[in-house]
């Protein structure tokens, strides 16, 4: 029952993705986010359904996962109490000063942005927090690894990195959903009691297509999740697909891109052509990593290969599904299907 915490958390989470989309989906202009907003809640309720059978795959004996539940419980509640500290604090201050609501509102925090004027310092930053996730993925299995041999007995090295990454990996979503909800819930009428942390981490990352949708940093770590239940190479091949092929194709579509594409004339052949080579390396290198998948080299290859051609047709013909989504959801089915077809899973 130690699990009851944080899967509630995330049944609420999605309860919340739900009535954005709703509310989203009800104005013409943007039913196109209302598509993404949907797909989030649905992951959200997954995480929440799927988190009690987290450990069932890493060999961890029964106390040890009691106890990494209740930690995890410790943990994202314990982060959910600064965070309504923070917020508390600008309900006092918004009721002792009701102009509050105004000038910390979002319509004066847009123009205060300068409507989010874009610029490569900003692209950069957004993907460097891309890459944070498949590096907190490996920080984890290395040092897992490292420590193995002072593990207690019933203690795994993939359990242990388990525990660590979804605690992270789960922190950073219910932190960014709290964000969220007060951002883009009913109009934006509640943007004002984000702590001011919040509003500078806002104005720094936030596309203009983002200014009434949800952050694509949110699904770049909750579309993980569902691979923690496939084979653990799979999982960090996704990882570091969705890491850093997009951010390849993204940064060298941006300077180098001046051949668009006819089909979605927003991409270009140079950034295409860049994420899907760097998708067939990062399927090379996640197995590499760690090796164990039941297929031999050359099946290896028309996998890392076939991983590419998934990737550069997201590109080319996604279009009101954000890439953040379809990248590691569709990309990791290959994989799965794959496998199923031609390896078998374990």
Known sequence: MFYLPVSGMYFVFGILGSIIAIQHYKIKDLRDCSVNDFIMAFIDFFCAFTYPAMYLITGLEQYWQNLFFLLSDVILYGFYAVLAFYVTREVVRSRRDPSLKIT???????????????????????????????????????????????????????????FFIVTVGYAFVAMFMLAETFRLINGNRW???????AHKW?????????????ISSIPVVLCL?????????????????????????????KRFGTHKLR???KKSWEGLIAGGVTSFFMVILGNIIIPGLPIDVVLLVILALGTSIVFMLIDTFSKRIMDNILNPLVCGGFMIVFLALFGGLY
């Open 104 to 162: 910390r509102g979002y319509k004066e925090f847009i123009e205060k942005s300068k409507n989010f004027e874009y610029s490569n310092k900003r692209d950069n930053l957004r993907k460097l927090l891309h890459v944070i996730p498949v590096a907190v993925v490996l920080l984890f299995h290395y040092m897992s690894l490292l420590l193995q041999s002072f593990f207690p007995s019933g203690l795994t090295a993939r359990g242990f990195a388990y």
């Open 191 to 197: 943007f004002h009691l984000t702590p001011e942390w």
């Open 202 to 214: 806002f104005g720094s990352s936030l596309k203009p297509s983002e200014a009434q949708a949800f």
């Open 225 to 253: 999740m569902p691979f923690l239940f496939g084979p653990y190479p799979i999982f960090v091949s996704v990882a570091l697909v969705e890491s850093v092929s997009d951010a390849m194709a993204s940064l060298v579509g």
């Open 263 to 265: 089909l979605n004339p």
